[in-house]
């Protein structure tokens, strides 16, 4: 197996067992707490369903700088339990649409129930890789994208899809962790301690 694949795997891995047992001690931090110290205000979080709000694992608050104007057409990659998919849904409201697009089922297990939970009839969850997004050419007119570039090594491939699927003029929003400086040789290619 070659280490695009383990670390995929490992990624999968890790973060469905957040979705399976988010209370349980995870390699990064995880959950509500962690979103209020990311910027999400206390009064929204308590709106959401705790499905959507103890497996939250992004690394900011997209769902809220990202401007999501009434009635457009939103995707939210990587979406996770659904935590920005549903606060956008709020933000285009009837007349608009989220697409919520992760790779772990455990995850969009949460997602899903959490929509329901909210009665939310704009928002709709698919499995699939952000390589390979299945949606129409330019069918999106904002897409938000919260942590996931650091976890996944086809990063050329996500910017390509993100490029097909936005509308001319659409507006891409992202948020990642990055590297304050090159990792030493001896950890660039080891998947062990990717999310110490």
Not at 85 to 103: C, E, H, P
Not at 162 to 172: E, S
Request: contains cysteine.
């Amino acid at each position: 197996m070659d280490l695009s694949t383990q670390l995929r795997d490992g990624v999968y891995k890790a973060y469905s067992a957040v979705a399976e047992t988010p209370q349980s001690e995870h390699p990064f931090a995880v959950g509500r707490e962690f979103a209020e110290r990311l910027g999400y205000p206390t009064e929204l979080l308590n709106q959401l369903p705790s499905e959507s709000t103890e497996a939250f694992t992004g690394v900011s608050n997209v769902s809220l700088f990202a401007d999501i104007p009434a009635g457009s057409i939103v995707l939210d990659v990587g979406c996770g339990a659904g935590l920005d998919s549903l606060i956008a849904a709020q933000r285009t409201g009837d007349m608009g649409k989220v697409i919520g697009v992760d790779f772990s089922e455990p995850m969009l297990i949460r997602a899903r129930t959490a929509a329901i939970k909210m009665m939310a009839t704009n928002v709709e969850f698919r499995q699939s890789s952000a390589e390979s997004l299945p949606l129409e050419d330019a069918s999106i007119d904002v897409a938000m994208v919260n942590g996931i570039f650091n976890l996944n090594p086809a990063r050329e491939k996500i910017f390509q899809e993100l490029a097909r699927v936005m509308k001319t003029g659409g507006v891409v929003y992202s948020a990642e962790m990055i590297l304050r400086e090159p990792l030493p040789p001896e950890e660039l290619n080891n998947n062990d301690n990717w999310f110490a």
